[in-house]
Structure formats: C-alpha cells, structure tokens
C-alpha cells in the first residue's frame, strides 16, 4: 500500500476495515468514486428544484462513507445538510454547505483517484515482477 499523505481523505478506517486487502479496498474506493459521482449529481441538479426529500436521502447515503475515508472537513457539513434537508429547515445556509461540499468532493475524487493509480501501478510491478 503506498503511503501518502492526502489533504482530504484518511484511508486509516477503510485499511482496517478491509484488514489492509488492496482488491477489498480498491473496490470499495471504485464504488465510493460512482457514489460521489451519484451525490455531486443530486446536489447540482435537486437543490434548486428543492427536492429535501431525495436530497436528504443521497445525503444520508454519502454520510457512512465520509466516516470511512477519514473526510473530517466534511462530517459537520454532511450533518448539517442532512438535518436541513431533513427538517427543511435552515435553507439559506444550504447553498453554502452544497458548495463547499462540491468543492471538497471534487478533491476527494482527485486523491481517490490518485490511490488508485498508485494501487494498479504497485500490483502491475508486483504482476511483472512475479511473472519474469
């Protein structure tokens, strides 16, 4: 596994949780990419048809995989939009929270990438390797 250190994601939980198997947590972080993809698309295009109810449904969806990759600088904005969609309530804070939430998704989805990268060319010299 190749150590790095990311400004947005801790991938500490997702190790353990996967007891460090590099094929768990590459399809788990693949499935995480769709599921940001899937949100960032619910945020951009529901906030302003004000559709709280789906929207809080995505947003609940999400909020287990911020825990699992360490996203701290989104745990309070995923709480606190959930609760706005929830509850309709507080929705003039809620275009702020959506935007930085895109803005820091966006990130997210640059580091997950990049593991990913790292991961596949780690195992390609592993195959190479054990193949010559």
Same mark, same amino acid.
């Given at each position: ?10 991938? %500490?939980?997702?190790? $353990?949780?996967?007891?460090?198997? #590099? @094929? ?12 940001? %993809?899937?949100?960032? $698309?619910?945020?951009?295009?529901? #906030? @302003?048809?004000k559709k709280w109810q789906s929207l809080f449904q995505a947003t ?13 600088e989104l745990k309070s904005t995923i709480l606190q939009l959930e ?24 990130e997210v989805k640059v580091e997950i990438q990049a593991e990913l ?16």
């Amino acid at each position: 596994m190749v150590e790095s250190n990311y400004q947005y994601i801790d991938l %500490d939980l997702l190790k $353990e949780n996967t007891f460090d198997d #590099v @094929s768990i947590m590459k399809e788990i972080m693949e499935l995480f990419l769709e599921i940001i %993809d899937e949100y960032v $698309e619910a945020l951009t295009s529901q #906030v @302003s048809t004000k559709k709280w109810q789906s929207l809080f449904q995505a947003t609940h969806k999400i909020k287990p995989n911020i825990n699992m990759f360490g996203i701290s600088e989104l745990k309070s904005t995923i709480l606190q939009l959930e609760s706005n969609f929830k509850n309709e309530q507080n929705l003039e804070t809620t275009n702020r929270l959506v935007n930085d939430c895109l803005a820091i998704l966006k990130e997210v989805k640059v580091e997950i990438q990049a593991e990913l990268k790292a991961i596949n060319n780690i195992s390609n010299k592993n195959h190479v390797s054990m193949s010559s």
